[in-house]
T-cell receptor, first 110, second 117 residues
Framework: RKEVEQDPGPFNVPEGATVAFNCTYS??????FFWYRQDCRKEPKLLMS???SGNEDGRFTAQLNRASQYISLLIRDSKLSDSATYLC???????????FGSGTRLLVRP | DVKVTQSSRYLVKRTGEKVFLECVQD?????MFWYRQDPGLGLRLIYF???????EKGDIPEGYSVSREKKERFSLILESASTNQTSMYLC????????????????FGQGTRLTVV
């Protein structure tokens, strides 16, 4: 079983739609959780950290469920510019090693 | 503006060559990482360094070694390049998280696309 698992997609949604991605992780000792965004042929960049209480940044909401070991990302009012691959990232136990999921591809169409 | 710089964007090497990929960060970060990214497999950690001269193996260290002689520089070495090492290589750095401080993000270089022929 992969340490961090994501549905590869693609998720193909119209502009204005709400879309949600889930990511599961296998190591219950993980402490840090992130969503990164990667545009085609570009490097990954931090979208948002995921906190235990859940957090929101504009149209983006991240949730953490420790009991079920998954994190989620909700995007409201999708824009064309949201088209990208979204990477779920978890630290390995108490170290600073960051483990990436394979990514979920989002395509927002006009 | 924070910066992680990888020495080459594109590299073509022959099988059996020794290959050096260089990465420099200007943020005084303690942690540095080397990943490779392949379609369908995502980013896989090759090596990690948390301090000068300190290194830890990641998930796929075979065929690679690293060097961290200075805090700002982390080099990935392919001892004898093989065709299955054709990939996108990404370097990243992050700071040590202080007690009670929020999680720190990793900053990536633009990647080196290595082709081994």
């Amino acid at each position: 079983r992969k340490e961090v698992e994501q549905d590869p997609g693609p998720f193909n949604v119209p502009e204005g739609a709400t879309v949600a991605f889930n990511c599961t992780y296998s190591n219950s000792a993980s402490q840090s959780f992130f969503w990164y965004r990667q545009d085609c042929r570009k490097e990954p960049k931090l979208l948002m950290s995921v906190y235990s209480s859940g957090n929101e940044d504009g149209r983006f909401t991240a949730q953490l469920n420790r009991a079920s070991q998954y994190i989620s990302l909700l995007i409201r009012d999708s824009k064309l510019s949201d088209s990208a691959t979204y990477l779920c990232v978890v630290n390995r136990e108490s170290s600073y090693k960051l483990i990436f999921g394979s990514g979920t591809r989002l395509l927002v169409r006009p | 503006d924070v910066k992680v710089t990888q020495s080459s964007r594109y590299l073509v090497k022959r099988t059996g060559e020794k290959v050096f990929l260089e990465c420099v960060q200007d943020m005084d970060h303690e942690n540095m990482f080397w990943y490779r990214q392949d379609p369908g497999l995502g980013l896989r950690l090759i090596y990690f360094s948390y301090d000068v001269k300190m290194k830890e193996k990641g998930d796929i260290p075979e065929g690679y070694s690293v060097s961290r002689e200075k805090k700002e520089r982390f080099s990935l070495i392919l001892e004898s390049a093989s065709t299955n090492q054709t990939s996108m290589y990404l370097c990243a750095s992050s700071a040590i998280r202080g007690q009670g401080a929020p999680d720190t993000e990793a900053f990536f270089g633009q990647g080196t696309r290595l082709t081994v022929v």
